[in-house]
């Protein structure tokens, strides 16, 4: 750390209490420091990521958990890996935040500043981190949600430090938090799986090989070679995105083709369709709804663009779960590349049956009819057909 930045910048716990308490001139403070991603990540993020990361190995670990009278404790060297690989992923998650935040900042009128882009993703997730000392109690651990107080510092933060219009800082915000969203349930899929079968190999994870997790709920299945080529297609879309140069989404036009002109003996109604993005990410749907007797079901058919490349990760894990209650359950698996989700409410006699395919498009039926005609309602849209109009 250099002597400017080392005299420019306050002491980390007036920081903290700044970014927390009186957010909007902070962020004005922070704007015009000197500073480099170096070293906000040895003054700053290394020290604030460790708070969650200890607190959870002593709240699992040593303290436990207990439930009727039941009480269970991570073993201690299970715990320390959980703490080290969350913490070091904690740390690579600002990385990848900042990446996003510079991406997006031309598509809502801001200007491209890395070092800029790395403040907001460092300073907007204090509160995360700080609430992540609630793990110390297992129980507690719903408190956490206080981190979610984050969101508001990225929304205030994002006009100050990347020049973007305020009137655009609600959907700024708005998907840099969703594409975070989307890559933290990837990371946190693949690090349970990678954590867990770690545990039961009683050593280190082989990310080359072929690893399966069994659990109460299913199973998890991942292929190292898979999830090399899927990081690879997720890394060659964020540059065709960040570049310009991503591929369009289907015309809404043509979905809404795709979809049947009758089902269960009812005419399509209610249909729409519609498209848009911002910047070089596009999507685009069509719906539809057929209404016979009792049953109702809405089909939609969407194309995620070039977000697409990030649904490699999930059909690279061919990941297994159920859960039930009563007469409601819900269910994912994969399928030769698919990801299919099926839920189904008993007590409303409804559900939806969704299948992703070509790592692009979701098919979806949903409404009050049995689950087999919600999965034909699906069968209804030609696959085949659909996948042309992506390759």
């Known amino acids: 750390m250099s002597t400017v930045e080392a005299t420019t910048r306050p002491p980390i716990l007036d920081r903290i209490r700044g970014i927390l308490l009186r957010p909007s001139p902070e962020w004005e403070t922070i704007a015009s420091e000197p500073t480099s991603k170096a070293a906000l990540t040895t003054g700053y993020v290394m020290i604030l990521a460790a708070i969650p990361a200890i607190a959870g190995f002593v709240g699992n670990s040593l303290v436990g958990m207990s439930f009727m009278g039941i009480s269970s404790k991570l073993p201690v060297v299970s715990g320390m890996i959980i703490a080290v690989l969350g913490y070091v992923l904690s740390i690579v998650s600002v990385y990848i935040a900042a990446f996003v935040i510079n991406a997006l900042a031309p598509n809502f009128g801001g200007v491209k500043n890395d070092v800029q882009a790395f403040k ?142 009758t089902f269960i003996g009812a005419a399509k109604s209610e249909a729409g369709a519609s498209g848009g993005g911002t910047g070089s990410y596009s999507a685009s749907e069509a719906h539809a709804v057929y209404a016979q007797g009792d049953k109702r079901v809405e089909l939609k058919v969407s194309d995620i663009g070039a977000m697409g490349a990030l649904a490699a990760f999930g059909t690279a894990m061919n990941v297994s779960s159920s859960s039930q209650s009563g007469n409601s359950y819900e269910k994912v698996h994969s399928d030769k590349g698919k990801i299919i989700s099926e839920k189904w409410d008993g007590d409303s006699q409804s559900g939806s049956y969704s299948v992703v395919i070509g790592e692009r498009l979701v098919i979806e039926a949903s409404g009050n009819a049995d689950m087999a005609t919600l999965k034909a309602a699906v069968a209804a849209i030609n696959e085949g057909q659909a996948l042309s109009l992506v390759k």
């Open 120 to 261: 907001v993703a460092s300073y907007a997730m204090t509160a995360g981190w700080l609430a992540g000392i609630f793990a110390l109690l297992p129980m507690l651990g719903v408190l956490g949600l206080l981190g979610l107080y984050g969101l508001y510092l990225l929304y205030t933060g994002l006009p100050r430090l990347m020049q973007s219009p305020k009137e655009k800082s609600m959907g700024y915000t708005a998907v840099v938090v969703v594409v975070m969203i989307v890559i933290q349930l990837i990371i946190g899929g693949i690090t349970g799986a990678i954590m867990a079968t770690g545990m039961m190999a009683g050593g280190a994870p082989n990310l080359t090989g072929q690893m399966k997790v069994d659990t109460p709920n299913g199973s998890v299945q991942v292929n190292g070679n898979d999830l090399e080529a899927a990081a690879k297609k997720m890394e060659a879309a964020a540059k065709a995105m960040e570049e310009g140069k991503a591929t369009p989404a289907v015309e809404p036009a043509k979905l809404d083709a795709l979809l049947p002109a």
